[in-house]
């Protein structure tokens, strides 16, 4: 009997997670890239103005009919099984399995998006709802343009789920540059929809359709139908047959919805915060929607590229490894993936925390006070980074073996703290202490299930030298930064040099966790 040679892996080559995250993340980064360009072009036409505290608001709850049904509660649910049916029956049982499910999922969206189209009005108004600290007029407004968003609901009812089932497939391309085109479409609406008087370009003079916060709306819609288009391909690659059936007693789909009960109740509690959140920042003047809508989109950069680009590709292997019982080589991925997110965002977090405020004013152009508190809402939500990327992956670890209660306790816990927390600093601290209750909430999520997991994988928190060397250079990094910022009297050039020169201190601490990257 012979047996075939192992061909030999060079220590030099990327893993196939350490590749997939990388490609994820540089498709992040262009989508928080453009996402922050679109985010200069619409602060720059509507300022902190009430208009855009409307159209912010009038996200949330479509935002989270997507979420609950067809974006993160469904995804993370159905992965693990896709990727369980496709190792062992095949792909044609798996797309079988995918459409049965993705069937249920674009009926109850559409079921879901009439009652809230219908019922608007009291959503919005009610003084549990959503704005209820706007004026009438506000609030109107608010009601039109939630209904408008659920269009875009209902497309990304079924772009989700091709982004699930192509990542099941491990493949990443084209789910991470569905995102850019959302974006391209957000800009053109921006560009094009909403100004009245078009952007000069040289001697070119874009045109414009003056449809003012409206156009936004629409750049969302027409965003969502190219996040959708882009991912057609990949379908046709993996030769997708698409099944009109329902049948509630397939055992592929009972094992979806075992998981995704605990699923859509803790995406309910995550979107939970954000529509509190907003409640509280309607209560408190014009700008503060924004200033939390502009904070949250700049920690999210990070946290995107790093944590959420790790999570998305690290959750099919781990699937994999669970439905083995590899135990052994299950823990070593989640250890690895805590010390590269210990490694690259605290001193991101540290360093964007001292430069951020001339980054706004030069990016937004706001007035002083509209910057100072964009920039405070963003220093809130930066002391959550950390914890915000550990819950990627944290979460995921639990999915993976497909126990979806565990989360679901976290994130009620974090929301009951949030809740408290925001009531208690919302007063005193404005919209910066909303910030800084989602912080606190997220990080105790995180940390719960870090201490849950390390139970049964003692190795996950093993990072005590880790955590020590990071931290120290974080606050090197800190104090280099700062006394730049101090020193160089122009304020961009300053906080240019000080973000290089603490990202050159904090690269030299987290060497370990860069060479760690390529074997994830």
């Given at each position: 009997?012979?047996?075939?040679?192992?061909?030999?892996?060079?220590?030099?080559?990327?893993?196939?997670?350490?590749?997939?995250?990388?490609?994820?993340?540089?498709?992040?980064?262009?989508?928080?890239?453009l996402g922050f360009v679109r985010q200069v072009i619409i602060g720059r036409q509507f300022g902190i103005s009430a208009e855009?505290?409307?159209?912010?608001a009038a996200n949330n709850l479509p935002d989270l009919l997507f979420a609950l049904i067809s974006g993160g509660a469904l995804a993370l649910a159905l992965i693990p099984v896709l990727a369980e049916v496709l190792e062992r029956q095949g792909r044609p049982p798996m797309w079988e399995l995918f459409s049965r499910i993705g069937n249920w999922a674009f009926l109850l969206t559409t079921g879901l998006a009439i009652g809230i189209a219908v019922f608007a009005g009291s959503i919005v108004r009610s003084e549990l709802g959503i704005a209820p600290g706007f004026t009438p007029e506000l609030q109107a407004l608010v009601v039109n343009l939630m209904r408008l968003n659920l269009v875009a609901t209902l497309i990304f009812s079924l772009s989700g789920l091709v982004m699930a089932g192509l990542q099941a497939n491990q493949h990443f391309l084209l789910p991470a540059m569905a995102p850019v085109f959302y974006d391209i479409g957000q800009i053109f609406g921006a560009l094009v929809l909403a100004p009245s008087v078009g952007l000069a370009l040289g001697p070119l003079r874009l045109p414009a359709a003056g449809w003012?916060?409206?156009?936004?709306?629409?750049?969302?819609?027409?965003?969502?139908?190219?996040?959708?288009?882009?991912?057609?391909?990949?379908?046709?690659?993996?030769?997708?047959?698409?099944?009109?059936?329902?049948?509630?007693?397939?055992?592929?789909?009972?094992?979806v919805a075992h998981l995704l009960g605990p699923r859509i109740l803790t995406i309910g509690a995550f979107n939970l915060i954000f529509i509190v959140q907003d409640n509280l920042a309607s209560r408190l003047g014009v700008g503060a929607v924004t200033a939390l809508a502009f904070g949250w989109l700049i920690m999210q950069v990070p946290e995107t590229i790093v944590g959420t680009a790790l999570g998305t590709a690290l959750l099919p292997t781990l699937s994999?490894?669970?439905?083995?019982?590899?135990?052994?080589?299950?823990?070593?991925?989640?250890?690895r993936a805590v010390q590269v997110l210990l490694g690259f965002c605290l001193p991101a977090s540290v360093i964007l925390a001292i430069v951020i405020r001339p980054l706004v004013q030069a990016a937004f152009g706001f007035d002083a006070a509209g910057t100072?508190?964009?920039?405070?809402?963003?220093?809130?939500?930066?002391?959550?980074?950390?914890?915000?990327?550990?819950?990627?992956?944290?979460?995921?670890?639990?999915?993976?073996?497909?126990?979806?209660?565990?989360?679901?306790?976290?994130?009620?816990?974090?929301?009951?703290?949030?809740?408290?927390?925001?009531?208690?600093?919302?007063?005193?601290?404005?919209?910066?202490?909303?910030?800084?209750?989602?912080?606190?909430?997220?990080?105790?999520?995180?940390?719960?299930l870090l201490v849950l997991l390390s139970r049964r994988f003692?190795?996950?928190l093993r990072q005590g030298r880790v955590l020590a060397r990071v931290t120290f250079g974080s606050a090197l990094a800190g104090l280099a930064a700062w006394a730049l910022m101090a020193s160089v009297p122009s304020a961009l050039p300053g906080?240019?040099?000080?973000?290089?020169?603490?990202?050159?201190?904090?690269l030299a601490f987290v060497i370990p966790e860069i060479k760690l990257l390529r074997r994830l």
């Open positions: 009997m012979t047996t075939a040679p192992v061909r030999a892996v060079p220590r030099s080559a990327l893993s196939h997670v350490a590749r997939s995250s990388l490609l994820v993340a540089a498709f992040f980064a262009l989508d928080k890239g855009l505290d409307a159209f912010n003012g916060v409206h156009g936004l709306v629409a750049g969302v819609i027409l965003g969502a139908v190219l996040h959708l288009a882009i991912q057609i391909p990949g379908l046709l690659r993996f030769r997708f047959r698409w099944t009109p059936r329902l049948g509630l007693h397939h055992p592929g789909l009972q094992q994999e490894q669970a439905a083995r019982g590899d135990e052994q080589a299950f823990e070593a991925s989640l250890g100072d508190l964009v920039a405070w809402a963003t220093r809130a939500y930066l002391l959550g980074l950390t914890g915000h990327s550990l819950l990627e992956v944290a979460a995921r670890g639990f999915y993976a073996r497909k126990d979806a209660r565990t989360p679901l306790l976290a994130t009620m816990a974090g929301a009951v703290l949030f809740v408290v927390a925001g009531i208690g600093l919302f007063t005193p601290l404005g919209a910066p202490g909303i910030g800084l209750a989602n912080s606190l909430a997220f990080s105790l999520e995180a940390g719960l003692p190795s996950v906080a240019l040099a000080a973000s290089l020169a603490g990202g050159a201190i904090a």
